[in-house]
């Protein structure tokens, strides 16, 4: 998601080519927080996603992540019947609601599938909160890394960013 110069500069580290290899590896780890602290995803296009849903007997159904384009949506029967499309109506609503005007959505347990491309291409802008977010938790991580500090499930990081818990709140997938 940053680029290794730009977080260079963020910390404060311009010249230093020494840490790159930790450097990669704290922005890898602060991605990977911010997606699990949002449950969204937020790294490189995935043109193949495919997600497994419920169906709930309305017209609505939401999709976790944000889709570069209209997602393929199928739904089954039971588990040994065959995949089936169904045509959709796409409204983006809440950056993931996809809805079917013609008919409820079965209910049943993972009796739906939505196929769909995800994440930002190389070059595309990912919201600029969430880039805060990533190099905040970057100089976080990295500071920890300087004094030696072993944080395991990092449990209080997201208490020391300044703005986290408003950014984290304001992509947070809902619970349905």
């Given at each position: 998601m940053l680029d290794l110069s730009e977080l260079r500069t963020w910390l404060v580290q311009e010249g230093i080519t020494a840490n790159d290899t930790l450097l990669t590896a704290i922005e890898a780890r602060a991605v990977a927080?911010?997606?699990?602290?949002?449950?969204?995803?937020?790294?490189a296009t995935d043109t193949g996603y495919t997600e497994y849903l419920d169906g709930n007997g309305e017209q609505v159904i939401y999709i976790?992540?944000?889709?570069?384009?209209?997602?393929?949506?199928?739904?089954?029967?039971?588990?040994?019947?065959?995949?089936?499309?169904?045509?959709?109506?796409?409204?983006?609503h809440e950056d993931r609601k996809v809805i079917n005007l013609l008919e409820p959505w079965p209910e049943g347990v993972r009796n739906v599938k939505a196929v769909y491309s995800r994440g930002y291409a190389s070059g595309s802008?990912?919201?600029?909160?969430?880039?805060?977010?990533v190099f905040d938790t970057c100089k976080a991580l990295f500071l920890d890394s300087r004094m030696g500090e072993q944080r395991t499930g990092e449990p209080n990081l997201l208490d020391r960013i300044p703005f986290a818990a408003q950014t984290v709140a304001k992509w947070r997938s809902p619970l349905l």
């Open positions: 927080l911010v997606q699990q602290w949002t449950g969204r995803y937020f790294g976790t992540d944000t889709p570069t384009a209209e997602p393929a949506m199928y739904t089954r029967d039971s588990l040994l019947s065959s995949w089936i499309q169904t045509a959709i109506t796409y409204v983006e802008v990912v919201p600029s909160d969430i880039r805060q977010l």
